[in-house]
């Protein structure tokens, strides 16, 4: 099991079509640890009622909650995998933990973008509940305002996509998730994209990096 991790703040692109793709070119299996987590709570699991409160607040949830899920995953991908995970580890404890499951890191892609970009981006970010699909009301508009291109539903704003969540989620992102910088950079592991080129360019960069 080979693993590259994505690394950047909300809104970044990390949960973005550019980045699924990429995974996709690059044949590596996408792992995002906030779409499983909001699989659990939209399941009503036990996992998913406990990390609901701190998701909603644009908090981390607990460290062992979403390295459990996440060392499930590793635990059934057999065979030649090399998975992208995207969102995880999001401190340096959760890189420890995972260091720890004996996963062969294979390099770690920075998305940068400046925080005043972010906060335009998630503004206009617009979520399918039913089918996951992502659009921007600029960037990426759906065809029918409103309604998701590929499944019809109502389009909405996540809970913790509201002006003032994404704040705190940027003071989490700096707080906690900024040291795993430094962390894999001294492992030499860090690669650097810069996420603020428009889409094309910003998948081929992902592309380029992974
Ligand atoms: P994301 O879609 O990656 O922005 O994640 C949405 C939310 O899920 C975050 O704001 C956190 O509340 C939670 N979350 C996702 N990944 C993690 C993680 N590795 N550790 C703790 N909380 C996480």
Redesign the pocket.
């Known amino acids: 099991m080979n693993i590259v991790i994505l690394l950047g703040a909300?809104g970044s692109g990390?949960?973005t079509v550019a980045a699924k793709l990429a995974a996709e070119n690059a044949n590596l299996k996408h792992v995002?640890?906030?779409?499983?987590?909001?699989g659990a709570v939209a399941k009503g699991t036990e996992a998913g009622k406990a990390?609901k409160d701190?998701?909603e607040?644009?908090?981390?949830?607990?460290?062992e909650?979403?390295a459990t899920m996440?060392k499930d995953v590793i635990a059934e991908s057999t065979g030649d995998v090399t998975m992208l995970l995207?969102?995880?580890?999001?401190?340096v404890a959760?890189a420890d933990i995972l260091e720890k499951t004996g996963a062969e890191i294979r390099s770690v892609v920075l998305i940068d973008v400046p925080d005043s970009v972010i906060q335009d981006r998630i503004a206009g970010r617009r979520t399918c509940p039913a089918c996951k699909a992502g659009y921007h009301v600029k960037a990426l508009p759906p065809k029918v305002e409103g309604k998701c291109d590929k499944c019809g539903a109502d389009l909405v704003i996540r809970k913790?996509d509201n002006p003032e969540t994404v704040k705190d989620?940027l003071v989490?992102y700096h707080q906690q998730t900024e040291p795993l910088i430094a962390y894999y950079k001294e492992k030499g592991l860090l690669r650097v994209v810069d996420g603020d080129q428009g889409p094309e360019k910003n998948a081929e960069a992902f592309k380029a990096a992974m």
Not at 32 to 38: C, E, K, P
Not at 86 to 91: H, L
């Open positions: 909300p990390k949960g995002s640890s906030g779409d499983l987590l909001r990390a701190f998701m607040a644009g908090k981390l949830v607990p460290d909650l979403i996440i995207d969102g995880f580890p999001r401190n959760q913790d989620r989490v």
